[in-house]
Every structure is written in C-alpha cells, then in structure tokens.
C-alpha cells in the first residue's frame, strides 16, 4: 500500500502562488510515476502534470511555463509550485502515484481557490 498526504492549498487572489506538497509512505513499494491532477465543480479529473522516476517531466498545456513540478526522493515528497494562479486553477488538487507493478494510489486531496 501506498499512502499519499496532499497539503498548501488554501485561498489566493489571481496572480499569486501556492506550493503543494504530498507525501508518500509505504514500505517496499516502488513507485514508478507520480503526478498531480485536478478536479473542478462539475468538470472530470484532468491531468496537471506528471514526473516519472527518471525525472521526466509532462505538462498540461493550461499550466505550461506557469506550474512546476518537482519531486525529492530523499523525503519521498512531491511538489507542485503553482506561480501567476488564475481564476480558471480552482479545483481540488489529487497526487497520484503509480507503482513498477502499474498499480496506482490517490491521495485524499486538498482545495485550491484562486479569486478574481
């Protein structure tokens, strides 16, 4: 089992920033990719960006040149510093990890809100 702690969403105007962090435990498992997603009000889960285990990076187009994601293997965290926010960015914010064996985890999420 894989557990994964999402946190630093909160409120922010337009043009601010938010880091979000997720932690992950688990003993003798090896993640292989992992990745934030989002959900807003009414609207399906869509991919922000992912990371695999070799340091390449995906972006959605949307947070192109805005997000970056970012992971620290020694603290098994993973990051996703969000700059220049936009109204559009609201939504609850999910980590994924996906193990070498494909089998994948969602943390539990956390809201970010970007007013106008």
């Known amino acids: 089992q894989v557990q994964l702690v999402e946190s630093g969403g909160g409120l922010v105007q337009a043009g601010g920033s938010l880091r979000l962090s997720c932690a992950a435990s688990g003993s003798g498992i090896r993640i292989n990719n992992m990745g934030w997603y989002r959900q807003a009000p009414g609207k399906q889960r869509e991919l922000v960006a992912t990371?695999?285990?070799?340091?390449?990076?995906n972006y959605a187009d949307s947070v192109k040149g805005r997000f970056t994601i970012s992971k620290d293997n020694a603290k098994n965290t993973l990051y996703l510093q969000m700059n220049i926010l936009r109204p559009e960015d609201t939504a609850v914010y999910y980590c994924?990890?996906?193990?070498?064996?494909?089998?994948?985890?969602w943390g539990q999420g956390t809201q970010v809100t970007v007013s106008s």
């Open positions: 994924n990890a996906v193990t070498i064996t494909a089998r994948t985890y």
């Open positions: 990371i695999t285990n070799a340091d390449r990076t």
